[in-house]
């Protein structure tokens, strides 16, 4: 089972309609890749609960070299509308955001009395802080005498079990791949190869005749103009590789692969306009070939004798959850 490494509790209460609540708290040294959870319960009013990672922590675990751009928060897709509906309100305008362009690292706004809560995976920020802002206010000026309850609870990722290294450890880069020089502008499907990869897993054949099927002419007849790109002719990349396959289990060298073939495929974007005519990305081969973006897997489980629904006994922890 995981171990808390920290418990904070705080009982609070918020007299006037005019202020939000906080509590600041350091998660532990070191403090990254640590499920952070807190829990507000005890209430009289509807409140809402916001959690503020410590500064700059937001961009260390970008995939891509070139930041995203931002999304207001709250904003949602907003189903069929017929006349005369009233459109639910968006997070952004019933919580207040202190200042207004903070990054957030979760919220929870659940109508009425219920307990809130949010989870977010721990992550150290500029100069390894580590200072987390919790925040509560009332929902539409809502306020109260009465004493509520927040939880503050930092656990240790669960220990996964031993990884043999892979296969595929010191052969990246044995195809003799190049990087293409530029990418067709016209090519609306790009797609992701590993030919060193391939070949460890399916053999040569196996793998040359896959990689022939890309050409095939069908693809044209059915309206795909596509391209193809090896990823594995770029060294960051192979590098990535070899460093995650000495180490299977580890999330963080297998998202660091993600991050170096993100950053290749964003090189050809001056070339291709933005790859403005892109509308397909086509991985080739499962998630040992090329991986997705992975998260840790928190699940464990007891070993006891009666196990819990859906727990098996003895079971050990899962590996890294893929996205």
């Known amino acids: 089972m995981r171990a808390a490494v920290l418990a904070v509790l705080a009982v609070i209460a918020l007299p006037s309609a005019a202020q939000a609540a906080t509590v600041t708290v350091s998660a532990p040294a070191?403090?990254?890749?640590?499920?952070?959870?807190?829990?507000?319960?005890?209430l009289s009013y509807d409140a809402d609960l916001v959690l503020y990672p410590p500064n700059g922590a937001q961009g260390q675990r970008l995939l891509h070299g070139?930041?995203?751009?931002?999304?207001?928060?709250?904003?949602?897709?907003?189903?069929?509308?017929?006349?005369g509906d009233v459109l639910p309100p968006t997070a952004a305008q019933d919580i207040p955001i202190v200042p207004p362009t903070a990054a957030i690292a979760g919220l929870s706004s659940f109508r009425?009395?219920?307990?809130?809560?949010i989870s977010t995976v721990t992550e150290a920020g500029t100069g390894?802080?580590?200072?987390?802002?919790?925040?509560?206010?009332?929902?539409?000026?809502?306020?109260?005498?009465?004493?509520?309850?927040?939880?503050?609870r930092v656990d240790d990722q669960p220990t996964l079990p031993p990884c043999t290294p892979g296969p595929f450890a010191g052969h990246n880069a044995d195809a003799?791949?190049?990087?293409?020089?530029?990418?067709?502008?016209?090519?609306?499907?790009?797609?992701l190869v590993d030919r060193a990869r391939m070949v460890t897993a399916y053999g040569a054949v196996a793998a040359n005749a896959i990689l022939a099927q890309l050409n095939d002419p069908r693809w044209a007849a059915a309206g795909v103009?596509?391209?193809?790109?090896?990823?594995?002719g770029s060294p960051s990349v192979a590098a990535a590789f070899d460093a995650w396959d000495a180490r299977p289990c580890d999330v963080d060298r297998s998202n660091s692969v993600v991050k170096a073939i993100d950053e290749v495929i964003d090189s050809y974007k001056v070339g291709t306009s933005n790859f403005a005519n892109l509308k397909n990305?086509?991985?080739?081969?499962?998630?040992?070939?090329?991986?997705?973006?992975?998260?840790?897997?928190?699940?464990?489980?007891?070993?006891?004798?009666?196990?819990?629904?859906?727990?098996?006994?003895?079971?050990?922890?899962r590996r890294p959850g893929r996205l």
């Open 30 to 42: 070191g403090g990254s890749n640590r499920t952070l959870t807190v829990t507000l319960s005890g």
């Open 66 to 83: 070139t930041a995203a751009r931002p999304v207001p928060l709250g904003t949602v897709p907003v189903g069929d509308v017929s006349p």
């Open 112 to 117: 009425g009395t219920e307990s809130e809560a």
């Open 128 to 152: 390894g802080d580590t200072t987390y802002r919790v925040q509560v206010s009332g929902y539409n000026g809502a306020q109260g005498s009465e004493p509520y309850t927040v939880i503050v």
């Open 176 to 191: 003799g791949a190049t990087l293409p020089a530029s990418i067709d502008p016209a090519a609306n499907t790009l797609f």
């Open 225 to 232: 103009r596509g391209a193809v790109l090896p990823v594995d």
């Open 281 to 317: 990305l086509v991985i080739v081969g499962d998630g040992t070939i090329i991986p997705h973006a992975a998260l840790p897997d928190g699940t464990t489980s007891v070993l006891v004798s009666g196990a819990r629904s859906g727990e098996r006994a003895g079971e050990r922890p």
